[in-house]
């Protein structure tokens, strides 16, 4: 079981949405990727939450959830270890080329990832930066300046970008949250930036660093703060917690930290998916 479409399961060939659909012709839409380990998701309360809010402010109607949640949980079960991913789209909004907007969970395979990041800062001006836009923490289909911004750290030699404010400010990956250790504590760029409120990086901060007695401050911070650190992380459902090791030009050591909250990470999600 690959795609469910509307909770109906359609061949892979022949799965696909209207050309009409919004979320196509707009990127009007929202998703979400929820990582499977051995067939059972991770956090996927949090996850639907998540699009819960999303679409509530694109103002899309979401099924059912416990409709939502059996489609994801068969599409992980038959996926191992996988990621799901759950997308709701606009629909077709033209009247004479109407389309229903259709919830779309698909089974994707885990890609292979480096095991270390370099990033590329870059400026990203279209980033909110505020969680006094309207759209804050929504995780909409419109993903093309972040796509492309990883694209053009990739054409530079580097891993992948680091989302920073015209002014300097770091904010976080294309698709991942960074956050760093200095002086024995853990720093990361606080939610009212208007970055993602991403799960990944809610464990970290509320479950694994206390395990650790890591303390944790989020703040608003410049570059410089993350290229003096004494290690970084780029944390996502998909890279889970990754060591970066180069910001720019910039070396960063890979510390025990790092190995550390890894470790917690991976303690956490074993205990809660066996
Ligand atoms: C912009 C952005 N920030 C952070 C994240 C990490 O969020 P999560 O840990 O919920 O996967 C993502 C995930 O796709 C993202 O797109």
């Known amino acids: 079981m690959r795609v469910l479409i509307d909770g109906i399961e359609v061949p892979e060939a022949e799965a696909g949405i209207s050309v009409f659909d919004w979320g196509l012709l707009r990127g009007f839409g929202c998703f979400e990727v929820v990582r499977a380990y051995h067939g059972v998701l991770f956090r996927l309360g949090a996850h639907l939450d998540r699009l819960a809010g999303s679409a509530a402010v694109l103002g899309i109607q979401v099924p059912p959830r416990p409709a939502l949640e059996g489609w994801a949980r068969a599409v992980a079960r038959a996926g191992g270890d996988c990621q799901v991913r759950i997308l709701l789209t606009g629909g077709g ?37 505020t969680d006094r836009s309207p759209f804050y923490a929504v995780k909409w289909l ?85 290229l003096e650190a004494d290690e970084a992380l780029a944390l996502s459902t998909v890279k889970e917690v990754t060591p970066v090791v180069a910001v720019g030009e910039h070396a960063v050591s890979r510390g025990p930290t790092s190995g550390a909250l890894a470790a917690a990470f991976r303690e956490i999600v074993i205990a809660e998916t066996g």
Request: proline residues 11%.
């Open 93 to 129: 909004r033209d009247p004479l080329v109407g389309a229903a907007a259709r919830a779309v969970v698909l089974w994707e395979p885990l890609l292979p990832a480096p095991d270390v990041l370099r990033l590329l800062p870059l400026e990203a001006p279209w980033h909110p930066a």
């Open 142 to 226: 419109s993903y093309a300046a972040n796509m492309a911004s990883g694209d053009r750290a990739r054409a530079r030699g580097y891993d992948d970008a680091l989302l920073i404010t015209p002014g300097g400010l770091v904010l976080e990956g294309p698709t991942f949250s960074v956050a760093w250790v200095t002086g024995g504590h853990l720093e990361t760029p606080a939610l009212g930036l208007g970055i993602l409120p991403s799960i990944t990086r809610a464990v970290l901060l509320g479950e694994a660093a206390p395990r650790l007695g890591l303390s944790v401050v989020e703040g608003v911070f410049p570059l410089s703060r993350m």
